[in-house]
């Protein structure tokens, strides 16, 4: 009876959905494991006004929580996309959310929306001024659940069209952007990275963090300071200037 009893529980266990984030050992002894992944559409060029877009706060509110909407046994492997429209705002906090592209298995677009208004939380937008704002965001919500992967060295080289690209005639670096001693920020705050519109005659019209350091203050000026760098701008093949998009990275010194 005992033994029964075990076996009956251990079956109702693995008929339940995997909890997402936690990985577990399949009957063939691989490392499984059930996830949520999430992509924001940031296509646009950097807003003029503002420093930095709604960022996900995944720190303090991690999503990967509850269960994979659907039980998931070791010959599953699953990779699923809805398309959602996330209405946030200045707060931080989701407001309404929608299935704009649904995968077409109403298990996960039927789960999407409430598990992202209940977990998911913001970093507000920044504008130029210092108002924090809210916005609209369209969001790509991929489900997965099988074996983990390890990523190797695809052979063959693939060569991808270059594009022209504004050039800095000076470094951005630590200095350009404000790190150093007596910057301020909390220890946590290792670097950052983001986008400058750089427009033809080479000023920058537009920077957008993609790294903040979430320090309202610092993020205004550190814009603002990038927006002072000049540029030789990018040109096409016929020698002619036009406006480009340059990406950044700078590491905090430690």
Partial sequence: MIALAITAAALTQAALPPKLGEPWIGADRNQREASIGLQIDRSAEPDPE?????????????YQKGRFPIAVTDADDHNVAVGIILDVAATG?????RV?????KAAFDDH??????RYLRFYPALSRSGTRLGGTLAIRVR?????IRVQTAAGGVVLMPTRPMPRPLAPI???????GPGDGLPPSV??????LKVEADGSVSGCMLAAPTQVDAFDIKMCE????????????RDGRAISARFSFGVARPQ
């Avoid at 503002?50 to 991690?62: A, E, H, S, T, Y």
């Avoid at 906090?93 to 959310?97: E, M």
């Avoid at 999407?112 to 208004?117: E, I, T």
């Avoid at 300071?225 to 096409?236: D, G, N, S, T």
């Fill in 173 to 179: 670096n630590a200095a350009t952007v404000g790190f």
């Fill in 225 to 236: 300071r990038l927006r002072a760098v000049k540029f030789a701008p990018a040109r096409e």
């Fill in 112 to 117: 999407a929306c409430p598990h992202l208004m």
């Fill in 190 to 195: 290792g670097g950052t990275s983001g986008s």
């Fill in 93 to 97: 906090v989701p407001q309404s959310c």
């Fill in 100 to 104: 704009a592209t649904p995968s077409g």
């Fill in 50 to 62: 503002l420093v930095r877009g709604l960022q996900i706060n995944w720190k303090d509110f991690p």
């Fill in 143 to 147: 489900y997965s659940a099988g074996p």
